[in-house]
């Protein structure tokens, strides 16, 4: 979901990441300038709190890019080019921050 | 050459090969299967001697790359970038004006060489004399690694090589380097028993050899496709926000690293082939940057392309962790060049490739 309201539905594919889903149809401010690398902060996304379980633990190359992201960090901050998508996130909710 | 079979076995070589986009992409980004262990080139690690001691960042899996990694991502970020970058704008004009005043001259090594060689080894706070030893070092450190490796080094190239190794060796060491930068804050993190002394010297010696001639290699390549197909460098003069593109889109087209090694962590069956434990696996990134399925058009040169997830660069948790710093640095150059309002064009002279493929050795141009 966009700041403006507005969603876009992403079809993944299962043990892809979320910014490679989300690239696909190319989401408005998922720009992933290193190609999912962790290197660049550009994929930064928020995890609607319902799913955090589900998307798991940020890693610790991830949680030092965090602090690098154009939208400061949040507590349900995410790289979406560190979440591989599984069965279980059917339905997932992610916010582009702005 | 592109291989339209997923992967094949190169059996002169003793490697497999992936040549097409999906399966180079599926390989870069699975390290639980595909390790870096067994060495960056062609040479494995696992069946024979390193001619020099491994990276300790691109040479080692997780968790011991997690935390080398974790070290490079935090000083190489975007913050470092911003840092960087008026640095970088200043040289860059410096070096328009140094072009324009000597009118005919060769782009790389009178322009984006000594640009590259004051950026990232003056912030790792090495000196600044010798620093062409950087590049000879590296030169020898792709021969010894890579397909030639077992053929009979020169009585020269012995004494070279090991000249430029023992330098190398001392720029790494803590009282080489200035007591501020990047060299010092890695120092800092061993201090802070992130990593150890070691890996923290071995560091720096990443720092030198990584971020030097493929930088300055990528950002002439760029300059030479530029100017060789003149639709696209008029679209650049017309609009120099797209520098950073057009360097992005040149590693694409060519970039100076045109295979990335990995090896099997186990025994597996791969899109139809056996492999055994510690094969070693050569992706040709460079065939797959020209991959008709995955770019329209791939043996055009086009600087608005949407170019992201090219790669030239790796991608996954080996990706270039200097990238934001190399795609920063040719932005500016390139920036500088094509908003300069100077009349650039290929010289008379004969453009030349480098010895190692690589990159373009010279580019004459002429600048009015």
């Known amino acids: 979901m966009h700041s403006d309201g507005h969603v876009d539905e992403v079809e993944a594919d299962l043990g892809s990441s979320v910014m490679q889903a989300a690239m696909k149809i190319g989401v408005d401010g998922i720009i992933a300038e290193c190609g999912g690398s962790a290197m660049c902060a550009t994929c930064h996304v928020l995890v609607d709190p319902e799913w955090q379980a589900v998307t798991g633990e940020r890693n610790d190359v991830e949680d030092e890019m965090l602090n690098d992201t154009e939208v400061p960090r949040q507590d349900n901050s995410r790289l979406s080019c560190q979440i591989k998508v599984t069965e279980a996130m059917d339905g997932l909710k992610l916010y582009i921050p702005s | 050459m592109r291989a339209r079979e997923p992967i094949i076995w190169l059996e002169k070589v003793g490697v497999w090969g ?18 870096n262990a067994g060495g960056g080139g062609v040479a494995n690690y696992y069946r024979e001697k390193p001619w020099r001691e491994p990276s300790v960042v691109f040479e080692v899996d997780p968790p011991d790359h997690t935390r080398t990694r974790k070290v490079l991502s935090r000083l190489l970020s ?24 000597m009118g005919q001259l060769d782009f790389f090594s009178e322009i984006a060489k000594p640009y590259v060689l004051q950026i990232i080894p003056d912030a790792v706070g090495i000196p600044e004399e010798d620093r062409e030893n950087i590049i000879t070092y590296n030169k ?20 070279e090589s090991e000249r430029v190794v023992n330098w190398v060796s001392e720029m790494c060491n803590r009282d080489s380097i200035s007591s501020d930068g990047l060299g010092a804050e890695i120092y800092k993190a061993a201090d802070a028993g992130e990593i150890s002394m070691h890996e923290a010297n071995m560091l720096i010696r990443s720092f030198l050899s990584a971020g030097t001639d493929t930088t ?32 992005d889109e040149g590693l694409r087209y060519r970039s100076p690293a045109q295979t990335i090694a990995r090896n099997t962590r186990m025994e ?29 058009d791939p043996d055009e040169y086009r600087v608005d392309r949407k170019v992201t997830g090219q790669l030239g660069l790796g991608i996954g948790i080996h990706g270039c962790v200097g990238q934001m710093v190399a795609r920063m640095e040719g932005e500016k150059l390139l920036g500088a060049f094509a908003s300069s309002g100077c009349d650039i064009d290929l010289g008379e002279e004969q453009f030349e490739w480098a010895k190692s493929g690589r990159y373009v050795g010279k580019l004459p141009i002429t600048v009015s």
């Open chain 2, 268 to 296: 597996m069956d791969f899109h139809g082939v056996h492999m055994n434990q510690y094969d070693k696996i050569i992706v040709f990134v460079g065939s797959a940057n020209r991959d008709p399925n995955r770019w329209d």
């Open chain 2, 140 to 159: 020898y450190m792709i021969k010894g690694r890579t397909f030639g490796r077992h053929e009979p080094w020169t009585d020269a190239e012995l004494e």
């Open chain 2, 78 to 101: 975007p913050r470092t970038v911003r840092e960087l970058s008026d640095k970088a704008e200043a040289l860059a004009n410096d070096a328009v004006a140094k072009a324009r005043s």
């Open chain 2, 216 to 247: 300055f290699g990528a950002i002439s390549n760029a300059m030479y496709f530029l100017l060789s197909n003149r639709p696209e460098w008029e679209k650049l003069v017309a609009d120099p926000s797209l520098a950073r593109n057009a360097y």
């Open chain 2, 18 to 35: 992936a040549f097409v986009d999906d399966v180079s992409r599926e390989i870069l980004m699975d390290h639980d299967r595909f390790g």
